[in-house]
Structures are given as C-alpha cells and as structure tokens.
C-alpha cells in the first residue's frame, strides 16, 4: 500500500477484517495496527489521570457545544503552518520538528503522557485522523485515536461538558521526536509524475470537489483525473469504520481497487 495524505484513511489501510460488530467494548483485534485506537470504555475508564492529555480536534463552536470532560481544543491546523493565507507556499502542512516540540510541550505532552485525539467527524474533517497522522509521522508512539470519535463516546451515553478545559505546559521529561517519515506522505511532485498512472481520490464534500471554495481552499476544483468519495462514506452512522469486508466492497465497486493497490487520497 503506497502513502496516503489525510486522515481517513487510516481507517481503511488499518483494517483487515470486520471490527464492527460488537457488543459492549469493540473487537480491535481484526486491526492491523489494533494499538493505534483507544476504545471509548478504555478513555472512560482513565479520565482524571494525570497522564492523559486529550485532544479535541474539533472546530471551537463544535467543542462549545460539547466535548469529553478534560480535552483542550486544538482544532485542525494547531501543528499546521498558518502563516499567511491559504493557497500561501506550505500554508497548511507540516510545522518542522522544532516547532512541533514547542507546540507539544504547550500542551503538556512527553513521552510519558498518554495522548489521545479525538473529533466528532459529521461536523468536520476529523482533524484528529490528520493530527494523527502528523504525531505519528513524527515518530511518535503514545498517541491514540478514540475509536468512533465524539458520536460513539456520546452514544454509549458518557457525560459530556461544556468547561473549557486549559492545557498544562511543561518543559519536565523526555519528549522524542523524529523527522518525518516520508513513507508516511506523498509529496506533490510525487502526485503530479503519478497523473493518468495512479488512481488519486478527493475525499471532501461533493461542492468543493465540484468547485466550491466555502471550507476555505484557495481556488475551487479538484486534482485533474482525481475520483469523488466522501471521508464518510467508509463510516458507520455510530462513527465507528465499517468493515474491511465492506470497505473493499466499496472500493472494488466504485474503483475497481483492491487492496494491493497504489492509489493516493487527499
């Protein structure tokens, strides 16, 4: 499988076998990489310790509204380039790793800290796949995802709150960081030389695949011979990620993809 670009698909390169189905604590174990979610009972269950630093992704009017007890907001781009305007050279990608270590340490985090990310994905992005995305790239080991995001955690019927939590800076323990691994990413001159080669799939709304510029993008439209699937579409209504069995089915039907596959999503 060749590198991918954004977060939603760590669901689909992650799964081998159906996960779903589930009474009580989710089955991880048909995961690849069943050590990079954390379940919404086990996050329950470790709420109050000192250890855990938790991470909303969501954007602040969404997290006004609600969010796990203890999560400091940090929305899509805060281990993002925002210098200028979108469209700007590397507005938007990676901070380098400096920067990245400063911004950690403002929120507490050391190779001590359980971190956890997570969004509510039917109002966003999910910035917490990107953010994981970019945590782990850097070489980072204790950092999860919570399984199904805010809607699971919410349906299983765990309070919620509206107090904005604070982060809690620390310059105290080990923090080990690595330079990005690029088997992690595709660079744009990589996607350019792949064009008319390699499948590539815009996973946004239907409008900004179509032209809108209303999420922000610098100019509408799409990578040219890039195919439509929405981040969503490989997502159960609870927020959890269908099954692997279901994600092939998908992809073979409307791609002709299988899982040996190159292909790039963005």
């Known amino acids: 499988m060749k590198q991918t670009l954004l977060r939603v698909w760590f669901a689909l390169c992650m799964l081998t076998i159906s996960a779903t189905a589930w ?20 996050l329950h269950s470790i709420l109050g310790d000192p250890k855990l630093v938790l991470l909303d992704g969501n954007n602040p009017k969404v ?21 200028g305007r979108p469209g700007d ?41 990107r953010n994981f995305w970019q945590l782990k790239m850097a070489g980072m080991k204790n950092v999860k995802l919570l399984y199904g995001g805010l809607p699971l955690y919410r349906s299983l019927g765990y309070d919620l709150t509206k107090k904005v939590a604070k982060p809690s800076p620390s310059d105290e323990g080990a923090l080990t960081l690595h ?60 927020g959890s990620p269908k099954s692997a069995e279901e994600i092939k089915s998908i992809m073979k039907e409307r791609f002709g993809l299988t899982p040996q596959d190159s292909f790039t999503v963005y």
């Open 23 to 42: 009474g009580g604590e989710p089955d991880l174990s048909g995961f690849v990489h069943p050590e990079y979610f954390i379940t919404p009972q086990k």
């Open 63 to 83: 997290y006004r509204k609600g969010h796990i007890p203890g999560a400091v907001n940090i929305g899509f781009h805060f281990l993002s380039k925002t210098v």
């Open 89 to 129: 050279p590397g507005w938007g990608t990676s901070l380098p790793i400096d920067r990245l270590e400063k911004k950690l340490r403002e929120l507490g985090v050391n190779d001590d800290s359980i971190v956890v990310l997570y969004s509510n994905m039917f109002k966003g992005p999910g910035a917490d796949g």
């Open 179 to 238: 330079e990005y691994d690029p088997s992690w990413y595709t660079t744009m001159d990589q996607v350019y030389s792949s064009l008319g080669k390699e499948l590539i799939i815009d996973t946004r709304t239907k409008k900004e695949f179509d032209g809108s510029t209303n999420a922000g993008e610098p100019r509408g439209g799409h990578i040219a011979g890039s195919k439509w699937m929405l981040w969503l579409d490989i997502l159960n209504k609870d």
